[in-house]
């Protein structure tokens, strides 16, 4: 049954040693649960420096890998849906920029690839994920019982196709461990989650590394919880925070009653495909 619930996000900072940045991304897991959050996100590549050049040294594979390892423990202990920001994750020759998700019993309940892979050429700004990974070929969706996540990883978000897609699914959240960055992030940041919250009519949470000014690539900060109306419930400054918000289903359905987007969508005119895969990377 679908209800209200408490979501949390931890806006952990990642630096060069994987060891402490799991013990990090663990502690402040368990103190958002512990303040009453029933699913908590981390954001992207929180175990390593977000540097391409650097995801194959630390990338790992299911079900063993020691993040992997401690976001299921970590669900379990807590009795959260973990929604395990992003890792690199080693899956035959190809690494991937992958987030799992993981239920109150540490069980895997979802696996979401990078679709989109970020590979930019802007004037202060170069970026080529490709150099090092492989892209995800699925979307995602969760369904833990008391709540339907549908989750995407930073690029991502720029091609509103999915965020529609996974709404068409029944989602209440998009989940996006992201790390937008100085460059991009005043720019398009807000606007984006805003946005894909007011596209589609529901909440979207989206959680970036804090600040690290030294870092090579910096991240933009401003970890913050959309409801379906656009307006941001809670926003992260720079550093490593914690932020919740409250997700509640029937204020979705009421923005949905008196603005009927979705049903007033021409299908007569336009569709919009998705072309599941038989060989799916959920499970
Ligand atoms: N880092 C990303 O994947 C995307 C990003 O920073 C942007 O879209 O801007």
């Not at 512990?34 to 040294?57: D, I, K």
């Not at 035959?92 to 540490?106: A, E, H, K, L, R």
């Not at 998009?174 to 984006?192: D, Y």
């Not at 941001?232 to 997700?247: C, K, N, P, R, T």
């Amino acid at each position: 049954m679908v209800r209200k619930f408490k979501l949390a996000i931890c806006q952990s900072n990642a630096a060069g040693d994987k060891t402490s940045n799991i013990r990090h991304a663990d502690e402040m897991v368990r103190q958002a649960a512990s303040q009453g959050a029933e699913v908590v996100m981390l954001p992207e590549m929180f175990n390593c420096p977000y540097r391409t050049e650097l995801f194959p040294a630390y990338a790992e594979s299911y079900p063993n890998g020691e993040t992997i390892q401690m976001l299921s423990g970590t669900a379990k202990a807590a009795g959260i849906v973990l929604v395990g920001g992003s890792i690199p994750e080693i899956d035959g020759d190809t690494v991937y920029n992958t987030s799992f998700i993981f239920g109150p019993q540490g069980e895997l309940l979802g696996r979401h690839r990078k679709v989109h892979l970020f590979d930019v050429d802007l004037p202060d700004l170069k970026v080529r994920e490709s150099s090092t990974l492989g892209p995800g070929n699925n979307l995602t969706v969760v369904n833990a019982g008391f709540c339907k996540l549908g989750i995407i990883i930073c690029f991502d978000v720029r091609f509103p196709e999915i965020a529609r897609l996974l709404a068409m699914e029944g989602i209440q959240a998009l989940m996006i461990p992201a790390a937008f960055n100085t460059v991009t992030g005043p720019a398009h940041w807000e606007l984006s989650m805003r946005m894909r919250a007011v596209d589609n009519q529901i909440y979207v949470a989206a959680a970036s590394p804090a600040r690290d000014e030294k870092a090579g690539y910096v991240a933009y900060g401003h970890s913050m919880v959309v409801d379906p109306w656009g307006e941001v419930l809670v926003e992260a400054g720079l550093g490593s925070e914690i932020i919740m918000a409250e997700i509640d289903p029937v204020k979705m359905e009421e923005v949905r009653g008196r603005l009927p987007l979705l049903a007033q969508r021409r299908t007569d005119l336009y569709s919009l495909e998705w072309k599941k895969e038989d060989g799916n990377e959920n499970n």
